[in-house]
Structures are given as structure tokens and as C-alpha cells.
């Protein structure tokens, strides 16, 4: 048995809280806790999970949902202004075209637009009737019959549908005269900016040619059918 004054071979733990031995867990958070402060303080749970996160997985999934619409939505804008047509024209006249005596040759007059009507329909529906009627009377040129009526005119597309009535639907003189008429039409229709074709109705219907006469009308007219 040894004496009382041995020194003991007991240890004490090196914990931090004795003497100036390593740095226990219980030292090691005290100076973690003095270096973040509380609300700056980094919080993750085992395996590196950010707590916030994982308690809001359906929030973050409906917030990355919502950015991508957003972003769909602007980008289907940016691609309709760039790829569309404009929507009416900016002249304070629009260019009418009529068809020489010989069937060929064109000559165009420049008409005043209403202020109030710019849009390309009203532009469009303007612009017809000023081609069927034709040109100021001293002018030589190929008219359509007198009485022929502009019922309407729509834009659809690049598409002009231009329906006519009156006079037009009765039997005609001839294809000359008819390509001449159209050929005007077409020209003045695809002069205003995003109409490249026209389609002619007679009587709200489409019909393979004018009564009595021989020039297609079933498909679009573009200035290529000339």
C-alpha cells in the first residue's frame, strides 16, 4: 500500500474544464457558439441538409414552377414580336394599284387614310374598295364591273379574305378582264405589310371561278399567279 504523499496515477479528463490541456467538445462549442452569433449562426442537419429546405420541399418545388412560367411566357412575347407581322401600317396613304388596257401593265395612285382607322384590317377593307372602284375616271384602266360591292374584308394570318358581291357575281366578259381586275387587287392588298396572299369569296362563298368566267379563284392569290 503506498504512502499518502505518492503522487496518485489517477487522471483527470482533458475536457477543458481542467488546467490548460486539449480542448474538450464542451470547450470546442462554447468558442464556436462566441464565433457565430446566434442569427448568423450556419444550422444543417446530419447529412449536410438544410433544415429549411427539407421542412419546405413543396414551396421551393411551386417557386421553380412559377420562375419557369414566367420565363415561357416572356420568351413566347419575345417570339411573337420578332416573328409577327406588324400589326398596321404607318403611312398617312396607302398605295392603290390598278391594271393597264394591255392586262399587264400596273400603275399605282396613293390614297389619304381615315386617322381614327390605322389598323391593318381597316387599312385592308379601305384599300379594296378603293381598288374596285378603280382609278379617277379619265384614267384608262381595267375596272371591275361597275356595281361590284365590297361585302367585307378580314385579316386571317398573312392571308387577306376579301368577299365580294353585287355586280362581280353576275356572268363576266372574259378571263382577260378578270386577271386584269385581280391582278390589281392583289397587287394593292400585298403591298400593305403582312399580307402575302388574298383569298376572294363571291357571295360569302368560295367559288373555283367568277360565274361565266375562267380565272381561278379556290386558292389564295399571291403575285406569283401571275
Known sequence: MRGSDEPSSAKFPTDGKFGSGPAGPVQRERRRRQKWPAHSRPHHSQGGIDPVQAEHPASMKLLRAVVVAALLVVAAFIAYRLFSHPSAPVADTVGVYYCKLDGETLAKWSVSLNPNARDLASVAFYATTQAVAGPPPDTQ?????????????????????????GAIARPQDGSFAESGEFKALVWTLTALPGIDAVQVKIGGALVPTLPGGHFELDEPLTRKSW
Request: net charge positive; charged share 10%.
Open 141 to 165: 384602266a381595267i375596272r371591275f364591273p361597275a356595281g361590284t360591292v365590297v361585302r367585307s374584308v378580314h385579316v386571317s394570318g398573312a392571308n387577306a379574305v376579301v368577299d365580294l358581291g
